[in-house]
């Protein structure tokens, strides 16, 4: 026999008892049990051989070769391996050590020569199939072919193969508990001792060399195991020191750490500790706020909360008062309120009655049957004739220029243009020119609309003629667009005459009247400024070539120099007159106006008065004028002579404008002297006369323009003030 053949379970526990040393974090022990492993390799049957080549122990020992940090183990692995592949590498069934190695060889590490003084006892293959044998003595025996197979694979163990299954046996328990004390059986080392004994015995016996090798083997091998046994635990050798020495340092580190943890535990009481009583000071310390905020709102203790208290005092019971105030009131609205309900449902009553009624008083006021409304009609008219009174009073105090408005009818031709009516009247003295969406407003001293008569327009003007026979100088002028009724408001058809008329009328009433008192004479001159020239219209015959200047007298004020005068006593007299100047006077044909007049006409009054008690003579003089239409050239159609005249009168209005306009402004300067008209005119415009502007307008559309511009003149001449006008009293 040159194998110690074990059967299986033993081979099983041999290796799991191995496990944990293999495992050991000591180089020293892991060191120790890879020898015990290769020991029991080389000494062990083919049962141990098959435990051992699994891939489990395989793994086991790859891990071994890459986690270990020592080397030397290292290298004891791998050599062992590297041995055991070439031990077993002719059974196909413990091929595991070559794949093993394989795997190593696979990820880097590099593998040793398989160790042949290692191997104690080794196979390897020779070209015979003979094996040669390594004994532990280290001589070599080739088996034959024969003999090497014959190592059992279930053995008829002898007394001899007994004896050496238990030497093998014990030897691996006595080295394992060395390993392992805790398992250590002391009695394992004394059959060890013993096992030594029957070995000498045995040797001393014929003994085939195999057998005899193998029992030498092992003798070393026990001796080598005892030794360190006793070296262990009977010697008390450094080891056991060393252990010691690990054992107490050990302990002390167990009972350092147990120092460290107590000293923790109690660090984390007294923290605990500190937390609560932390946490108890501030609930005591609330408590003791609350209550403080308590005691001084019951008993404030210092000079400020009690003022404060003091203060809170009164405010509540402010509030008391006030809410006491508010509910009074209160229940005083509410009474009001009913109160007011009450009235107002007595309203209601009176209002549903007078609603009812309404219709009844809206019927009598409008045929002015109701009594009231006739009152008030009356009064109001007393009022509007009174203001008028006070403003035309005022007016002649401060000598201003006053403006008359007149819109004549639409004419026939205008009527069946179907032109509109652009005038509105919102009240008196106003009219509102309404051309499309544009409104215009204008105020004057009157204003007279289309259906005017003249002889409402007179009754307005009489008492400036009145001022006449006083002695007074008065100008009454016509100004507007052609065909806007100059002529019809001045002269006026023979039927319904107008104002020059019916102010010489008025003149002789006046004079009749004062007959015995005064006497007057009145002279009448006429005239008219054509294309800058003054002609005389009364003159026997008129002569163009005639130059009249116009002068100044120092109390008649502007004159015409050798104009003809006539005295008149009665009306026809003067028609007769008129009627000599209508035919002289330069009249042309335009577009606009088939009578228009195409210069200024001038009618002179004069009216020297004497007292006859006192001899004093007092000369008036009213100046009537009938200015040419203002028109615009193109509009006209004129041509020639009539675009001549067209642009003579332009120029004179224009002038006259400019002195309207001098004077508004009150100029140092006025133009007078800019046109025959504004210096005939100014002692009228600026000297001491009473001063009447008739704004003559369209009512139609068509003419929005001109009538806008003739009312914006007119209102800038009701602006001027020429001062308070005087008598004129003619020295004696
Ligand atoms: N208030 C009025 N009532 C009735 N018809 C009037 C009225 N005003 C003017 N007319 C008529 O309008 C026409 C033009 O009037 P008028 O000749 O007075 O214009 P005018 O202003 O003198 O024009 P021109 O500047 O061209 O001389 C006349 O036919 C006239 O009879
Ligand atoms: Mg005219």
Not at 679 to 700: E, I, Q, R, T
């Amino acid at each position: 026999m040159v194998s110690l053949i074990v059967d299986a379970p033993t081979a099983r526990e041999a290796l799991v008892a191995l496990k944990d040393p293999l495992k050991s974090a000591s180089a020293l022990i892991q060191l120790k049990a890879m020898s015990i492993l290769g020991a029991l390799v080389k000494n062990t049957g083919h049962h141990f051989h098959v435990e051992l080549a699994t891939k489990k122990w395989m793994d086991r020992l790859i891990k071994m070769v890459r986690t270990t940090r020592d080397s030397r183990v290292r290298e004891k692995v791998l050599q062992l391996m590297v041995d055991w592949e070439q031990m077993f590498q002719l059974q196909l069934q413990l091929d595991e050590f070559s794949i093993a190695l394989h795997r190593l060889k696979a990820k880097g590490v590099e593998l040793p020569p398989p160790s042949e003084k290692g191997t104690r006892r080794s196979h390897r293959r020779q070209k015979s199939g003979d094996t040669t044998v390594n004994c532990s003595t280290g001589a070599e025996r080739t088996l034959t072919r024969k003999e090497s197979t014959k190592i059992p694979q279930t053995a008829q163990l002898t007394a001899i193969e007994i004896l050496m299954t238990n030497i093998q046996a014990d030897m691996s328990n006595l080295e394992l508990g060395i390993q392992r004390p805790e398992i250590l059986q002391h009695e394992v080392a004394d059959e060890c001792r013993q096992h030594l004994q029957k070995i000498q015995v045995v040797l001393s016996t014929d003994l085939p060399d195999q057998a005899m090798y193998e029992f030498i083997n092992m003798s070393d091998q026990l001796h080598e195991l005892l030794g360190l046994y006793d070296a262990l635990y009977t010697d008390g050798t450094a080891a056991e020191l060393a252990l010691d020495r690990e054992v107490s340092e050990l302990k002390k580190l167990d009972a350092q750490i147990r120092d460290e943890d107590e000293a923790i535990a109690k660090k984390e009481t007294e923290m605990a500790e500190l937390q609560a009583s932390l946490k108890a000071a501030q609930q005591e310390l609330r408590l003791a706020q609350d209550e403080t905020r308590q005691r001084s709102l019951r008993a404030p203790h210092n000079e400020k909360q009690k003022a404060m208290y003091a203060k809170m005092t009164q405010v509540v019971s402010n509030c008391v008062n006030v809410k006491q105030a508010a509910s009074d009131l209160k229940s005083r609205m509410m009474d009001e309120l009913e109160k007011m309900k009450q009235e107002n449902a007595k309203f209601q009553v009176e209002l549903e009655d007078s609603l009812m009624e309404f219709p009844v008083l809206m019927e009598k006021a409008r045929t002015g049957e109701s009594k009231a409304f006739l009152t008030l009609k009356k009064l109001y008219t007393i009022e509007v004739n009174t203001r008028k009174q006070l403003y035309n009073k005022l007016q002649e105090l401060r000598g201003n220029i006053r403006v008359y408005c007149r819109v004549r009818p639409l004419s026939e031709k205008e009527r069946l243009q179907h032109s509109e009516n652009m005038m509105q009247y919102p009240g008196e003295g106003e009219i509102v020119v309404k051309d499309g969406a544009k409104q215009r407003a204008f105020e004057f001293d009157l204003v007279y609309n289309d259906g005017t008569t003249q002889e409402e327009v007179f009754e307005d003007t009489k008492p400036l003629i009145n001022c006449v026979v006083d002695g007074y100088k008065v100008c009454i002028f016509a100004y507007g667009q052609t065909g806007s009724g100059k002529t019809y408001t001045m002269a006026g058809p023979h039927n319904n005459p107008g104002i020059n008329r019916r102010a010489l009328s008025r003149l002789f009433e006046l004079v009749a009247e004062r007959k015995d008192v005064e006497k007057s004479i009145v002279s009448v001159s006429v005239l008219e400024i054509y294309n800058e020239n003054i002609r005389d219209l009364l003159a026997s015959k008129v002569d163009d070539t005639v130059k009249y200047e116009i002068k100044t007298h120092p109390q008649d004020g502007q004159y015409v120099e050798n104009l003809t005068s006539f005295p008149v006593q009665s009306l026809s007299d003067i028609d007769a007159y008129m009627a000599k100047a209508e035919k002289n006077r330069s009249s042309g044909r335009t577009n606009m106006n088939e009578h228009s007049s195409r210069s200024h006409m001038v009618l002179y009054v004069v009216v020297r008065t004497t007292n006859l008690q006192s001899g004093v003579v007092t000369v008036g003089k009213v100046s009537l004028v009938d200015l040419a239409g203002s028109e615009r050239v193109g509009k006209s159609g004129a041509t020639g002579d009539r675009m001549k005249e067209a642009q003579c009168i332009n120029k004179s209005l224009s002038a006259l404008g400019d002195v309207i306009s001098s004077l508004s402004k009150n100029d140092s300067h006025i133009p007078y002297r800019n046109s025959k008209l504004t210096h005939l005119l100014k002692d009228s415009l600026g000297g001491n006369s009473k001063c009447l502007m008739f704004v003559n307008v369209s009512p139609a559309s068509w003419n929005a323009n001109e009538t806008i511009n003739s009312l914006q003149f007119a209102f800038r001449a009701r602006g001027v003030v020429i001062g308070t006008a005087k008598k004129n009293v003619v020295p004696s």
